[in-house]
């Protein structure tokens, strides 16, 4: 399972970092990264990153977040900063895994985590 942390209320220009991190008998993890979901818009790509470290960015994001994973934790990080109110939202995490025993790879998510922007 994934869980997520690190929302919470920010002034506008200010900074946050979300974490999520995974448990449970993994083998290995593949890509992590972020989606979030903004008042009327549809669920959107924030954030990936590769097991490798290569890394995107949506554009609306990009020069104000950053991605980071550490393997060796199972942890992957939002980096914020630069906040807009219009990165108000819900950020999920998510992560390809495969777990011990399994063949395949799932896709597992992260419970949520909520950023409040104020003007």
């Known amino acids: 399972q994934l869980q997520a942390s690190g929302g919470g209320l920010v002034q506008a220009g200010g900074s946050l970092t979300l974490s999520c991190t995974a448990s449970?008998?993994?083998?290995?993890?593949?890509?992590m990264g972020w989606y979030r979901q903004t008042p009327g818009h549809q669920r959107e790509a924030v954030a990936i990153?590769?097991?490798?470290?290569?890394?995107s960015l949506a554009d609306s994001v990009k020069g104000r977040f950053a991605i980071s994973r550490n393997n060796a934790n199972r942890t992957v990080r939002l980096h914020m900063r630069n906040l807009k109110t219009e990165d108000l939202g819900v950020y999920y995490c998510?992560?390809?895994?495969?777990?011990?025993?399994?063949?395949?790879?799932?896709?597992?998510w992260g419970q949520g985590t909520l950023v409040t922007v104020s003007s």
């Open positions: 998510y992560a390809r895994i495969r777990e011990t025993g399994m063949s395949g790879v799932d896709t597992y």
């Open positions: 449970g008998s993994i083998l290995s993890m593949n890509a």
């Open positions: 990153i590769g097991s490798g470290g290569g890394a």
